[in-house]
C-alpha cells in the first residue's frame, strides 16, 4: 500500500510515491503541458502502484470550497488549457480512494510543519518568492481556509519612498507580487535575480516589501513560525535583511520570538510541496 502525491506547478508536476515509513520510493518531474498530456503521463507514472490516498497541492488559484461548483477547478490562470479545468474531477474519475485537494503552498506550509523547518509546532505560514509569491497557512495543524484559500502575494504593501516602479501584476499591478517577486526583481533592474551582485540596491527595497509583508501576516494570523523558500530566498543575505525589515517595521508592538527561531529558510529546500502532499495522503487515510 503506498501514497501518492502531485505537486502540480506551472512550469511542472512532481510526483511521488511513498511506502508507510513515509519514505519516497519513486518520484519524477513533469512538464506542464496541456491538462490532458500532463495529466496522462501521470497516471502512467502512478501505474505500477497500488495507491492508498493521494495528495494534490497545485498552483492556483483553485476552488476549495466542496460546496461551490468551482470545487476543485484550477481558476483564473494564464496558463493555456488549464483555466477553468477541472483538475480534481479528472484525477477523481481514475482513483476511488482519498483525495486532498489543496494549493501547492498550503502543501508546502503542511510539509514544512511535520518534516520541515516548523516541526514540533501547530501552526506555521509557508511564503515562497519566487515566479510568484504565494503562501500557505496552517493554525492548528489544519490547513487554513475560507471562501477561499489565502492569496497572500496579492495584498498591498506601503511603497518604499525610492521606488516608483509600477508594478509586474496583471491584476493589481503594485501588490506584492507586483513589486517583489522574481520577474519584478529582473524587470526593474534588467537582470535575472540569480546574478544580480549582493551590494544591489534593488534588495534593500526587497526586503523592505517582504519584511513589511510578513508583519501584516503576523498581525492578522500570528503564526507560530514564518518558513520562507522559493528561487528568490536562495540569496542567503536576503534572511538577514527580512528579518532586519521585519523587526524595524514591527517597531516592537507585537513581541514574536527571536526573529532568527521566528523567521526562516525552509527546511525541505524544493520539497516542502511534494513532501506535504504524500504527509497530507497518510493523514487523509487514518
Ligand atoms: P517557481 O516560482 O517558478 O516555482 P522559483 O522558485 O525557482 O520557481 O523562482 C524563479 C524565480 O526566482 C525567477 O524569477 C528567478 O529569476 C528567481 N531566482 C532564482 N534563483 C535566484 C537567486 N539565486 N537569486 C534571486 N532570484 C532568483
Ligand atoms: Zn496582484
Same mark, same amino acid.
Given at each position: ?79 493555456? +488549457? #488549464? ?14 480512494? !482519498?483525495?486532498? #485537494? ?8 503542511? +510539509?514544512?510543519?511535520? *518534516? ?5 509546532? *501547530? ?56 513589486? @517583489? ?31 513589511? @509583508? ?14 520562507? +523558500? ?38 525541505? !529546500? ?17
Amino acid at each position: 500500500m503506498y501514497f501518492c502525491g502531485i505537486e502540480a506547478g506551472g512550469t511542472k508536476f512532481i510526483c511521488a510515491v511513498s511506502d508507510q515509513e513515509q519514505k519516497i520510493i519513486d518520484k519524477v518531474s513533469i512538464p506542464t503541458t496541456t491538462p490532458e498530456e500532463t495529466l496522462a503521463q501521470v497516471f502512467a507514472f502512478f501505474q505500477p502502484y497500488q495507491l492508498a490516498a493521494m495528495g494534490i497541492g497545485s498552483f492556483g488559484p483553485i476552488g476549495i470550497d466542496p460546496e461551490q461548483e468551482n470545487y476543485g477547478y484550477v481558476l483564473a490562470t494564464p496558463k493555456p +488549457g #488549464w483555466k477553468n479545468f477541472d483538475f480534481l474531477g479528472s484525477v477523481k474519475a481514475h482513483y476511488s480512494i !482519498p483525495i486532498v #485537494w489543496t494549493t501547492d503552498v498550503n502543501a508546502a506550509a503542511f +510539509g514544512e510543519l511535520k *518534516k520541515g523547518a516548523a516541526q514540533g509546532k *501547530k501552526s506555521c505560514l509557508y511564503l515562497t518568492v519566487g515566479t510568484g509569491i504565494g503562501g500557505g497557512v496552517v493554525l492548528d495543524g489544519k490547513i487554513f481556509s475560507g471562501i477561499t484559500h489565502p492569496e497572500l502575494g496579492h495584498i498591498h504593501v506601503k511603497r518604499h519612498p525610492a521606488d516608483d516602479y509600477e508594478g509586474t501584476c496583471p491584476y493589481h499591478k503594485d501588490c506584492l507580487e507586483g513589486l @517583489a517577486a522574481g520577474p519584478a526583481l529582473e524587470a526593474r533592474t534588467g537582470i535575472k535575480g540569480q546574478d544580480l551582485p549582493e551590494d544591489h540596491l534593488i534588495w534593500e527595497l526587497q526586503a523592505y516589501y517582504i519584511g513589511q @509583508a510578513l508583519m501584516t501576516y503576523v498581525l492578522s494570523l500570528a503564526p507560530e513560525k514564518i518558513v520562507l +523558500g522559493g528561487g528568490v530566498m536562495n540569496q542567503e543575505h536576503m534572511l538577514m535583511r527580512i528579518r532586519q525589515a521585519f523587526v524595524a517595521q514591527m517597531a516592537n508592538y507585537v513581541e514574536t520570538p527571536a526573529v532568527e527561531d521566528y523567521i526562516v529558510r525552509w527546511g525541505l !529546500p524544493n520539497e516542502s510541496g511534494i513532501i506535504g502532499c504524500l504527509l497530507l495522503a497518510e493523514e487523509a487515510l487514518s
